[in-house]
């Protein structure tokens, strides 16, 4: 009898254990649920969307900074005084003013996809008397530097953005054109939502434009001064070959955008099913030969003579200008900022060099060497031709039609050519900079390169074996962009820091088939650096 008790007893306390457990289960499951339905209902009340991005926990790899990004309200603020943003302005500008709104600007890509657009778009606004509309940089996810919360309420956070005069001055971000120059400055795209109301737009889609823009004839393009900066022209290239010439593409959109008689042109872009590169100039004009013709107007144009790096920029190029100096025989504190001055600039004796490791492959194996494409825009330019790339013929011949090759693929052996020069080995590198060292200093016989400045994102233990290869060579001072120290407004730009510091060098090698080191190009030549400074692997 006891010991049934003692049972019974056991079981009744055992049922009663549970039942707090549960209880607080069951509580917890209806707080998340009352706390879930609470804020969709002010959300709702609110108007505030909510914003969701599972990719930044379910495949985060670390890298990234925790926390808010820097606040640009100020830079904003500056951008809504500029002069130019006031309606009682006369003729051009104002609200009787012309302006052109390119909305087929890509975005949420690279930062340096976009400025060659920016600074495109810019010059073809200029020589149509408009005031071009600069935007915002919008971030690709993958390349900003915070990571982006799994859930947000804030449209800037789940789709990062940086104002451009945080990138970059000049004419494009709304800086003043030359002395005595009528056209109409650029504008921001908040004051163009107040100088052109929806109702006073001409919208021109792109599909009503590119399509009659006239295309090469094989005649045109055999004879063609810049037939041989891409190389022989292989099947496997032929859908980015149709593609009109850069300058034509130029004057069909000048002609059209200054004979129009609306003040507000907006160029809205096709689709992406029907056009996957719907901008103006887009990438079937910039990863060819096809935008060479473009060249010499555009460098010698204000919208590129005028272009620098912001202030922002260049203030975390200048924190970082000690790291330069020759640790071997510069013992001064004091650093002169102009490149031109040799005796006091660290960066007149730094080679700087950008190439990537690993993570390149795969662009390498199957964007560039699958479709045989040539080196990007102005790394294309004649005067490179020491280091020119020529795309190996042929390719994988069709199954049903060998007479004709497939698109987008090609053989074992070209990939591996590609390989060479596209993600060149630790020890090709190495060769590289020690034949580019010892020219200079052939040539260069009162100024030696004592640094050298990497921009890379590689890590430095995929780095050590070619620092170790570079300190063999004699350089007494290797400087990386993980090196930089840079506040949180700098780290935002870092990029562009990066070019600054490249443009600013002594001399450069870079990829040909990327899109950073063209711009790197242009710059430095329009800077007024020697062609024979700037190497390609």
Not at 381 to 401: E, H, R, V, W, Y
Request: hydrophobic letters at 35%; one cysteine or more.
């Amino acid at each position: 009898m006891l010991l049934t008790s003692s049972l019974g007893v056991r079981k009744l306390l055992s049922h009663s254990e549970h039942r707090p457990q549960l209880r607080r289960a069951r509580r917890m499951v209806f707080t998340t649920i009352s706390v879930v339905c609470s804020t969709f209902l002010l959300l709702w009340i609110s108007g505030n969307k909510l914003y969701v991005y599972p990719k930044s926990f379910l495949f985060w790899r670390g890298g990234k900074i925790i926390g808010s990004p820097p606040d640009y309200s100020k830079i904003y603020a500056w951008e809504d005084a500029l002069p130019q943003h006031n309606l009682d302005l006369p003729w051009p500008e104002g609200r009787t003013g012309r302006y052109v709104k390119f909305s087929n600007e890509i975005t949420r890509l690279g930062w340096n996809n976009v400025l060659n657009e920016v600074l495109m778009n810019t010059f073809l606004a200029h020589e149509s008397n408009r005031a071009y509309v600069f935007q915002d940089y919008h971030w690709k996810p993958d390349y900003h530097n915070w990571l982006i919360p799994p859930v947000t309420i804030s449209r800037r956070r789940r789709y990062p953005r940086t104002p451009l005069n945080a990138l970059i001055s000049g004419p494009s971000a709304g800086g003043p054109w030359e002395p005595h120059d009528p056209a109409p400055r650029s504008v921001s795209e908040r004051y163009w939502e107040i100088v052109c109301p929806v109702h006073e737009r001409k919208i021109i889609h792109t599909r009503d434009v590119k399509p009659f823009i006239p295309k090469p004839s094989p005649e045109s393009i055999a004879k063609s001064p810049y037939r041989e900066a891409g190389g022989p022209i292989g099947r496997n290239q032929q859908e980015n070959w149709d593609s009109p010439w850069g300058d034509v593409i130029f004057e069909y959109w000048k002609e059209l955008l200054s004979n129009s008689k609306e003040r507000c042109i907006e160029i809205i872009p096709t689709p992406l099913d029907e056009d996957p590169y719907p901008q103006t100039f887009d990438v079937r004009m910039f990863a060819t030969y096809k935008g060479l013709p473009l060249w010499e107007p555009f460098s010698k144009s204000a919208a590129s003579r005028l272009l620098s790096a912001s202030p922002l920029v260049r203030s975390g190029a200048d924190r970082n200008l000690y790291l330069f100096q020759s640790r071997a025989r510069d013992g001064s504190s004091q650093v002169q900022l102009d490149h031109s001055n040799n005796t006091r600039d660290p960066l007149a004796s730094t080679l700087a060099i950008h190439f990537r490791l690993g993570d390149y492959a795969d662009a390498c194996i199957n964007l560039l060497g699958a479709y045989n494409l040539t080196f990007y825009s102005w790394n294309l330019l004649p005067t490179f031709s020491q280091d020119m790339f020529i795309p190996p013929p042929g390719g994988i011949p069709k199954a049903n039609n060998p007479g004709e090759l497939e698109y987008g693929r090609n053989t074992e052996d070209n990939i591996a050519i590609y390989l060479k020069r596209c993600l060149p080995s630790p020890e090709a590198i190495a060769n590289k900079v020690k034949e580019v060292k010892d020219s200079w200093a052939h040539v260069n016989k009162n100024q030696s390169l004592h640094t050298l400045y990497i921009l890379t994102n590689s890590s430095p233990s995929q780095l050590k074996p070619l620092r170790d290869a570079f300190e063999q060579q004699g350089w007494s001072n290797i400087v990386t962009s993980r090196d930089l120290e840079l506040d949180e407004f700098q780290t935002d730009v870092s990029g562009a820091v990066d070019s600054e510091i490249a443009r600013r060098a002594a001399g450069f090698i870079g990829n040909g088939w990327s899109s950073f080191t063209s711009n790197i190009v242009h710059q430095r030549l329009v800077s007024g650096h020697d062609p024979r400074t700037i190497r390609f692997w």
